[in-house]
Every structure is written in structure tokens, then in C-alpha cells.
């Protein structure tokens, strides 16, 4: 039956609601006769009006459509479209009246009025009828989601009236914390008290819970919502109705607020200076060019106007992405973009691209630098960060690169964490190479170090908005944490700055003002989205902060220079330092070994290799000890 119904034509169906409404005119026009108690009884009058009837059914089918009687939705029949059936009614007695005093047939007006009365009255009825046979004939057909509403105002109610005409949604109870309703029936649903829901839930056999409370403001509904789906229930929220129906997200409504907000000090916001001219007129190359970093060093690359931006990136996705942005920047200009879709520890595909391409400058971008992935995953990331920086660092001397800028961290100082103790390693590595450079010409080898980039994949910032969306906690490590912060634009810029100036084997590092306690940085994203924080001295505030310990590798606060003495440069905000690195010869033996555990697949021969080589990383003597044994 419910196939028969889904399959009819719009067309078919006003064909039998016309025909539907003709059998009740004729219906009414007997009940019409038959209630008067005419002399004669009604034979020979229904016989008398048969020369109406013909006129009244053709002014009925047109008005009919031309109101949309015809066509209106059983589910819609209310409201306006009673009314419609009353005018519609109205049409037909003024119809017969007219019609029966031009064909001299002698009726009482009350026949007439009887009969647009009763005709109204069954119309009204048959639709109703028919609308709770459809629906009963859905639930028997198709599987009803069964709905619980939480708040059972003037929302609630509203919404239990929108729900009761949906075929596949039946509401069946609320829930409040109004005690004076709990217990009673509001709108034909009983209203149970919340903390009776897991009984409801069972006993109703309840599939969703509708949050009908638009006056609680959003971050305690997502706390009621996560207390509920901790029941295994689905849970959705007003005001989007479409989240009933559809799968939106729940509390999808926050505003991603601007990272620069955060840093508590001015933004450097510099031009473009004269430095950046070796940019110009040249082939450069973004290696991690889809990443955060990556790709805002190709955006502002593009505007020194080089002859071809080369973007090497190992994800496909952030690839494509980077490439579609840049193609529609440099769309009319004679920049040329080219995509490399590869790896930076390919040896023979590094050296072919930087040869096709006759590349001049590389910006070193790639890495693996989540802190607890490299640290769960120590060797991919001593692979990657190490032999990739190794491996594309010794091809660019081989063929010619005027400039190679390495892009380090301020946790390569002193790292207790594997991800930083692979960018000092690197570094070690471009520092090695530098000397040699210095010795025989070429390429000109540099680094620029810095802390944490505010709105970057996987910082705290886009992180405490994506935890303050789901009702929070926010989460802090400790409460004595901190960290240097910079916007991805301003780092960026002085990187590129730092680049042009650069003479060979310099350490920069970024004026990146004071460290920010990652507490007050959780407070102030809690204010900025116009919320309350809730502690001890707040216990009705809206978020509050969890502190959940210090990850593996992680450092209380970071360094940015190993000698702690920093050398003014041309540019205010960018400074030099010069560190001791390792011999030639220290190099190529840590080298040795590291590749030695990489063969072995041994974490702990590769932990002890930093241990050994990286100051900080543990106890220089008890590396040595560790990697003598394991020699």
C-alpha cells in the first residue's frame, strides 16, 4: 500500500481528491434534501436537481483548482486551508442557489446553506481521516525514529505539533525541569522529571533526544547533550530544525576568531623590504609546501615575483590544495606554478627536480612536528625530519641553490621530546654542510627558529575552539605552562627576511615578545567567545579548564637559543646566534648510527643516538654508555 501511495503522480492525486470532492457534493446535496423533511420526500427533489448537479460539479472542479483544494498536502490541511474549504463551500452554495433560480426549480435558500455546510463539514473530516490512515500506514511500513523532547515550553510544543505531521518522526514524551509540569500531559505528551530519562529512554523505546531549550545558552545545552550521549543516546538541538531530520552537527555555530586576537602585543606587520629582492626573478622551492607553514611561504613568495614556484609536498590533498589556491592567485601573471607530489628522503627524485627546474632557493617547510605523533612514532619522525632535511640539503649543494633556509623550532633547544631532538639533528646537519660550503663556495645554508604558530593545523588555538564547540573542558597541561606565539603571516615574513640576509651558517631567531602562559591563552578564547569560565571562585560559569599533565616530551617552557646570547641584525625584530654545532666528523658518525637503528627498526638504538648527540636530550654519559653497548 505505502508503495502505491509513493509511486502516484502529482497529477494522479488531484485526479482522486477532485473525484473524492464530487462524491461528497453529491453526498451533501442528499444530506441537504434529506434533512429539510421537504413535502414529497426527497426522491422527486433530488430527481428535480439533477439539473443543477452537472453545474455545480463543473464550478466545483474549477474552483477546486483554482483555490488548490485539490492539491493541498494531507499533512498541511490546517489553518489556511480550512479556510480555503469554507470559501471553496461558499462558492458551491452561491452556485446552486443561482443555478436553481435560473432553471425555475423551487428550493428552500436553508437546502442550499444545509448543503455548503455539510459539504465543508465532510471535506474537513474525509482529510483528516485520510491524513491518520496515510500515517498509520507509514509507521506500519517504514521504521518511525522515536523522539524525546527535552523542554516542554513554548518550544517544545511547537515543535511536537511541526513533528506530529512528519511520517518518519514521532514525538512521544518530554522531559523538563519545571517540577509544576512534571506529571501532567502537555499537548497530549506526559512530561517526565530529567533524571528519569535512562527509564524513559528504555520503556518508550526512545531513538533521539530533541533539545528544545533555546533559552539555556549553548554551552550548557552541549553539556547536557555530552551527559546524554554518555547514555548512548543521538542528541540534537534547536534552532536548526533540519539537525532533527538531517545529520548537521550539533552547537555548529561558533565563529573562528582571529589568531593575531591572542597574541597580546602588536602584530609585525612589515612590507615587503628591499631585502626580499633575491626572490625576485629566481626559482624557488617550498618543500612541505601544502602544510600551514608551507603554504603561506608560497603566498608570499609570490609576491617577490619569482620565475616559478616549486611546491614539493608529500600529501596529495594538501598538494591539490595548495596548487588550486596559487593557480588563482598567479591566473594572468607569467609566475609558474609547478606541483611535486613527493618525498624529501627520494634522493634521485630530489636531484631531478632540482636539476628540471634549475631551482635557485629552497624553503624548507616539511616536517613532522606534532609532538606526541613523533614521539609515539620516533623513527618515522627521525626519518623524515633528519634524512629528509640531509638528503634535500646535500642535493641542493650538488646542483647549484644559491640559498637553502631551513625552517627549525625553538624546541630543537635543548629537546626533551623526539620531534625536537630531530630538528636539532637537522640543524646539526645544515650547520655541518655550511662549513663545507664556507670552505669551497656555494650554496648559502641558513636557519630561522621559532615558537608556536597561532592558528596553524594541530595548535592549541584552533584546538581550545574545537573543545569549546562541543561545551568544553578546555584542556592545559599544567598550569605553569607557557609558550612563545606567532601568527603564521608575521613568522613567515621575517623568515623570508631572514633568508635574504643571510651569509651562510647563521642561527636566526624571531622576536617572538614574552612567552604566554597556555592558562591565561585558555581563558582569554573562553572570554573572546563571550562566555564565562567556570572554577572554584565561578562554580556557575559556562567552561571550565581541565589540566591534564604534561605529555611525553613535553617541556614546562621553551628556549630559544642554546647560548642564551642573541646578535642584533638589520631587521628589530630578527636576531642571530651563533651555536657550536659538531665536527664532520661527529656529524657523519651520528649519521651512521641513527641509520644503523633506522636498519635495525630500533627505537631505543634511536634514542640513545640522540641521547648521545643532542645536549639535553638526557645524560650525555649515560647516552655514551648506552650507545657503546649497543655498539
Known amino acids: 500500500m505505502l508503495n502505491i501511495l509513493k509511486s502516484l503522480s502529482k497529477r494522479q492525486k488531484r485526479a482522486i481528491m477532485l473525484l473524492l470532492d464530487s462524491v461528497l457534493i453529491v453526498l451533501a446535496v442528499v444530506f441537504a434534501l434529506s434533512a429539510q423533511g421537504l413535502e414529497g420526500g426527497v426522491l422527486p427533489h433530488l430527481i428535480d436537481y439533477m439539473t443543477v448537479l452537472p453545474y455545480v460539479l463543473i464550478v466545483g472542479a474549477g474552483v477546486s483548482m483554482w483555490l488548490g483544494v485539490c492539491t493541498t498536502q494531507l499533512n498541511s490541511y490546517e489553518g489556511a486551508a480550512i479556510g480555503v474549504t469554507g ?4 462558492c458551491l452554495v452561491t452556485t446552486s442557489m443561482m443555478v436553481a433560480l435560473i432553471v425555475g426549480i423551487d428550493l428552500p435558500a436553508s437546502v442550499h446553506v444545509v448543503f455548503g455546510a455539510a459539504f465543508f463539514s465532510m471535506v474537513v473530516i474525509t482529510r483528516t481521516v485520510m491524513l491518520q490512515v496515510v500515517l498509520a500506514i507509514y509507521r506500519r511500513s517504514s521504521s518511525r525514529c522515536r523522539v524525546l523532547i527535552y523542554g516542554a515550553g513554548t518550544t517544545g510544543t511547537q515543535i511536537v505539533s511541526a513533528l506530529r505531521r512528519h511520517e518518519s518522526i514521532e514525538p512521544v514524551a518530554f522531559v523538563d525541569d519545571n517540577a509544576a509540569i512534571q506529571g501532567l500531559s502537555v499537548s497530549g505528551l506526559p512530561v517526565y522529571n530529567p533524571l528519569r530519562i535512562s527509564e524513559v529512554v528504555e520503556e518508550k523505546q526512545i531513538d533521539r533526544v530533541l533539545l528544545a531549550i533555546p533559552s539555556l545558552n549553548l554551552p550548557k ?15 540534537q538541538a534547536l534552532p536548526s530544525f533540519a539537525q532533527l531530520i538531517g545529520e548537521e552537527e550539533l552547537l555548529d555555530k561558533f565563529k573562528p576568531l582571529n589568531a593575531h ?27 612541505g609546501a601544502g602544510g600551514s607553514i608551507g603554504s603561506e611561504l608560497s603566498r608570499q613568495v609570490l609576491d617577490c615575483r619569482p620565475t616559478k614556484l616549486v611546491l614539493f609536498e608529500l600529501s596529495e590533498l594538501a598538494l591539490y590544495n595548495a596548487d588550486m589556491e596559487l593557480r588563482q592567485v598567479t591566473d594572468g601573471s607569467s609566475i609558474e606554478i609547478v606541483p611535486v607530489l613527493g ?9 631531478k627536480v632540482l636539476m628540471e627546474h634549475q631551482v635557485d632557493i629552497i624553503l624548507h617547510a616539511a616536517a613532522y612536528k606534532h609532538v606526541p605523533l613523533v614521539e609515539a612514532n620516533p623513527l618515522a619522525g627521525l626519518v623524515n625530519n633528519v634524512f629528509g632535511t640531509q638528503t634535500l640539503a646535500e642535493q641542493a649543494l650538488q646542483a647549484g641553490v644559491e ?3 631551513l625552517i627549525s623550532s625553538d624546541k630543537a633547544v635543548r629537546p626533551t621530546n623526539v620531534m625536537g631532538a630531530s630538528k636539532r639533528l637537522a640543524e646539526l646537519v645544515i650547520q655541518d654542510l655550511a662549513l663545507k660550503r664556507g670552505a669551497q663556495g656555494g650554496t648559502i645554508f641558513s636557519m630561522v627558529r621559532f615558537g608556536n604558530v597561532l592558528g596553524s593545523s594541530g595548535s592549541v588555538v584552533p584546538l581550545f575552539q574545537d573543545q569549546l564547540r562541543r561545551g568544553g573542558p578546555l584542556t592545559v597541561t599544567d598550569p605553569a605552562v607557557e609558550r612563545y606565539f606567532m601568527t603564521v603571516q608575521e613568522a613567515v615574513r621575517l623568515v623570508l627576511q631572514a633568508g635574504a640576509m643571510a651569509e651562510g651558517g647563521e642561527v636566526f631567531v624571531l622576536d617572538m615578545g614574552k612567552p604566554v602562559p597556555i592558562y591565561q591563552l585558555a581563558k582569554q578564547v573562553i572570554e573572546s567567545a563571550g562566555y564565562t569560565l567556570r572554577d572554584d571562585d565561578n562554580p556557575n560559569g559556562d567552561i571550565e579548564i581541565a589540566f591534564t599533565g604534561l605529555r611525553p616530551g613535553e617541556k614546562m617552557s621553551e628556549e630559544l ?14 636576531f642571530a646566534t651563533r651555536e657550536e654545532g659538531l665536527s664532520e666528523m661527529e656529524v657523519a658518525r651520528a649519521l651512521r648510527r641513527l641509520r644503523e637503528a633506522m636498519v635495525a627498526s630500533s627505537e631505543e638504538m ?3 643516538v640522540i641521547m648521545s648527540w643532542v645536549e639535553g636530550f638526557g645524560q650525555m654519559s649515560v647516552g655514551e654508555d648506552l650507545e657503546r653497548k649497543l655498539s
Open 87 to 90: 470559501l471553496f463551500a461558499l
Open 221 to 235: 545545552q552541549a553539556q547536557i547533550a555530552r551527559r546524554l550521549e554518555e547514555m548512548g543516546l543521538e542528541v
Open 261 to 287: 586576537s591572542f597574541l597580546n602585543r602588536d602584530e609585525v606587520d612589515q612590507g615587503l623590504s628591499e631585502e626580499l629582492a633575491c626572490y625576485a626573478e629566481k626559482v624557488v622551492l617550498v618543500s
Open 343 to 351: 618525498s624529501i628522503t627520494d634522493s634521485r627524485q630530489v636531484r
Open 403 to 405: 640559498r637553502f633556509i
Open 561 to 574: 637559543s642554546l647560548s642564551g646570547e642573541l646578535v642584533s641584525t638589520s631587521n628589530p625584530k630578527i
Open 606 to 608: 634511536a634514542r640513545a
